[in-house]
């Protein structure tokens, strides 16, 4: 297990160094996304309006507090990523996406675009937001403000982390890894109960 | 005795200050519950994650921040004294009120569209939403107030199962704990396992929800066979390894609760409705003095 303190954009060879059970903390700009723009963004073919390159995305809505020219962070959290695997072959090999940050992990879609692309999922503790909010310095910017909550959210952050990485670049999921040894144990826990 | 107008301003407020008040404090019992987890990891990155948990509730409370962005869908149980003479049209329109206060003053962020157009009303509410439960308490002059926003990574995690009479108990059992491994890490482990068993298709899953979100950490059903087999299942799914975040480790679940209904002959159903470890609930007690006791 080793520990990186990383800056944003990353470059492949950011990542690719990166195997799961490592740490990472993050400075720079991360991107907030989520159901509702990346559906625009694949389903309905919009580019999104800001360069993706390089960036760390972070699938949220955040609660948020209109201010004169702009937004102040209420709640900054992080949702289920499963919802969005389909999403990630385009946002890595179509917009240049290095690292996906969620929590509860992806599959074989996004193990892949990963893999051939140069890609990390990073986990975030879910539900901790009071503790993420505390790592957004601000908000820089809100895209497609019609989708609220779901807009494209832009995020100064300093120290976010540690964030674990749950998938690396080499076909690693430590997700995939608890989830076999949780069915390997299942026959025993039946057994132990009596039943067959 | 007879209720004023100032009465369901009253409730408003109440309802207001609830839903907040569950986004930002933890109930004392699961705030304990997690604390144990803590110590009791050793895998490292369990711990770790342990620790960022403990770390997120203490900045909640110093910082009076939410602990959790899913504000969730707000869901009240009400339980209304016999004593009490209520227009309960007119109280639910005081809690849909306040929920939709609560949304826009604070300010948070809506969780709540519409089914099909997808269409938010950026406060809280919808067609149907607030979900609000009516239940009546004799002799009683009081009106209780439990309110749950309901995150929606455990509750996308939902099931309910018709079973038939000739799969038995451990049917019941087998299915549970088979659905806790599919699920995983998606419904932010370590969490609360509600369970409903028996009544109609509805009335299972309402259980499974109650189980879920109104049972203090630690509570045992009333029944020593049923709390006899929380304590197997809590057993169980902890042997599983899924852990903290479904990263591994010893706490998948915080607590297995049960609650159960009659059945039909031929009928054997089991929902399942999960609770994550940011189970939040508050709760309010108005008595006919309107006086308001919180708590959780």
């Known amino acids: 297990m080793t520990e990186y303190r990383l800056q944003t954009p990353l470059s492949e060879e950011d990542v690719r160094k990166l195997k799961i059970g490592d740490e990472v903390t993050l400075d720079g700009i991360i991107f907030g996304i989520r159901d509702a723009n990346l559906i625009r963004m694949f389903d309905k073919n919009v580019p999104p309006p800001v360069d993706l390159n390089g960036s760390a995305c972070i699938h949220t809505a955040p609660s948020v507090r209109k201010v004169e020219g702009g937004y102040e962070k209420i709640s900054v959290g992080t949702t289920t990523s499963m919802r969005m695997d389909r999403f990630t072959p385009g946002l890595m090999g179509q917009y240049g996406v290095r690292a996906i940050i969620g929590k509860a992990g992806m599959k074989e879609p996004s193990m892949e675009a990963m893999k051939k692309f140069g890609g990390v999922y990073l986990a975030i503790v879910g539900g901790a937001a009071a503790w993420e909010t505390d790592k957004i310095e601000s908000i820089e910017g809100a895209f497609w403000e019609d989708l609220m909550p779901e807009a494209i959210w832009k995020f100064r952050v300093k120290g976010l982390g540690p964030l674990i990485v749950a998938m690396d670049s080499y076909g690693n999921n430590l997700y995939l890894d608890v989830k076999k040894k949780a069915i390997e144990s299942l026959p025993k826990i039946l057994e132990k109960l009596g039943i067959s | ?296």
């Open chain 2, 1 to 296: 005795m007879t209720i004023s107008g100032q009465f369901y301003e009253l409730v408003e407020d109440v309802c207001k200050n609830l839903y907040i008040k569950a986004l930002k404090d933890l109930p004392p019992d699961v705030r304990a519950a997690l604390q144990t987890a803590y110590e009791q990891e050793t895998n490292k990155t369990a711990k770790q994650i342990m620790s960022v948990i403990m770390e997120n509730i203490n900045v909640a409370d110093k910082k009076s921040r939410l602990i959790c962005q899913d504000t969730g869908t707000p869901i009240y149980f009400v339980k209304i004294g016999s004593e009490i003479c209520l227009n309960v049209p007119r109280l639910e329109q005081a809690i849909i009120s306040g929920t939709k206060k609560a949304t826009t003053e604070h300010p948070f962020r809506s969780s709540i569209v519409s089914s099909i157009q997808r269409k938010n009303n950026q406060d809280s509410t919808g067609y149907r939403v607030p979900i609000i439960h009516f239940e009546f308490m004799q002799n009683s002059k009081d009106l209780e107030i439990l309110m749950v926003p309901k995150g929606s990574g455990s509750e996308n995690m939902s099931f309910l199962k018709m079973l038939i009479p000739a799969d038995g108990l451990n049917g019941v059992k087998k299915y549970i704990l088979e659905s806790i491994v599919e699920i995983g890490a998606n419904p932010c482990p370590p969490f609360i396992v509600g369970i409903g068993m028996g009544g109609t298709s509805d009335l299972c899953v309402t259980l499974a929800k109650k189980a879920a979100t109104t049972r203090p950490i630690g509570s045992k059903n009333p029944d020593p066979e049923i709390a006899r087999i929380e304590e197997e299942l809590l057993k169980s799914i902890n042997l599983m390894g899924i852990g903290p975040m479904g990263l591994g480790g010893s706490t998948t679940a915080l607590a297995v609760h049960i609650e159960e209904a009659a059945t039909h002959i031929t009928q054997n159903a089991v929902a399942i409705n999960i609770q994550c470890w940011a189970a939040r609930r508050a709760r309010a007690k108005i008595d006919s003095n309107q006086n308001v006791e919180y708590g959780y």
